[in-house]
């Protein structure tokens, strides 16, 4: 089967560091998405990582190791608008734009 | 660009009924996915058109559930009959599909409520 697991919840305070990480196990990889969605609203891209390393925008970071199936995303200087729920999707056919959502986490930052 | 575009925004039905829900993507897109997200399975792929051509329906949880996309810049999504377990949010997102292209749009969605 395909799985991708994130931690269920994450809680941390405005202005600290927070990483999010996601294990895959799919039959094919071509690439690692992180998407960003508020309470009520629609998923909306982050970041993607194809190769080994660290994607940095803005505040935002994500890494991937496809060595070890993982990824994850960075999130610096947090700010109250940074609570949502955050995705990792792995695109796992070259050929098409085909995306396996992970569970999701749970974003809360507190003042 | 006004985005990927549903309707309704919000639909109750009661069981029994048919359901339709419509999309239109980004012109010049030439990806089109259905989503379904509850909170219980979270958000799963339903069906993916490329060029208006169904490529992957395994997503599809059974012959009550239609797609079609008859031409670029419109798809429907049919429920028949609905029942209240499909009660959910219904996303449709879009993407150009090409070498090295990877994100995907996703349109407000669509609120149903089957009673």
């Known amino acids: 089967g395909q799985s991708l697991e994130q931690p269920s919840e994450v809680t941390a305070v405005e202005g600290a560091i927070v990483q999010i990480n996601c294990t895959y196990q799919?039959?094919?990889?071509?690439?690692l998405s992180w998407y960003q969605q508020h309470d009520g609203g629609a998923p909306t891209f982050l970041s993607y990582?194809?190769?080994?390393g660290l994607e940095e925008t803005g505040r935002f970071s994500s890494f991937l190791s496809r060595s070890d199936s993982y990824g994850y995303l960075l999130l610096q200087e947090l700010q109250m608008k940074d609570s949502a729920s955050y995705f990792c999707?792995?695109?796992?056919?070259?050929?098409?734009?085909?995306?396996?959502f992970g569970t999701g986490t749970r974003l809360q930052v507190f003042p | 660009d006004a985005g990927v575009i549903q309707s309704p925004r919000h639909e109750v039905t009661e069981m029994g009924q048919e359901v339709t829900l419509r999309c239109k993507p980004i012109?010049?897109?030439?990806?089109l996915f259905w989503y379904r997200q509850t909170m219980m399975r979270g958000l799963e792929l339903l069906i993916y058109?490329?060029?208006?051509?169904?490529?992957?329906d395994s997503g599809m949880p059974e012959d009550r559930f239609s797609a079609k996309m008859p031409n670029a810049s419109f798809s429907t999504l049919k429920i028949q009959p609905s029942e209240p377990r499909d009660s959910a949010v219904y996303f449709c997102?879009?993407?150009?599909?090409?070498?090295?292209?990877?994100?995907?749009?996703f349109g407000p969605g669509t609120r149903l409520t089957v009673l």
């Open positions: 799919t039959s094919g990889f071509y690439g």
């Open positions: 012109s010049g897109h030439n990806s």
């Open positions: 997102a879009s993407s150009l599909e090409v070498a090295g292209g990877h994100e995907q749009f």
């Open positions: 999707a792995v695109r796992a056919s070259y050929n098409t734009d085909k995306l396996i």
């Open positions: 058109f490329n060029n208006n051509v169904p490529i992957d």
């Open positions: 990582n194809a190769l080994d």
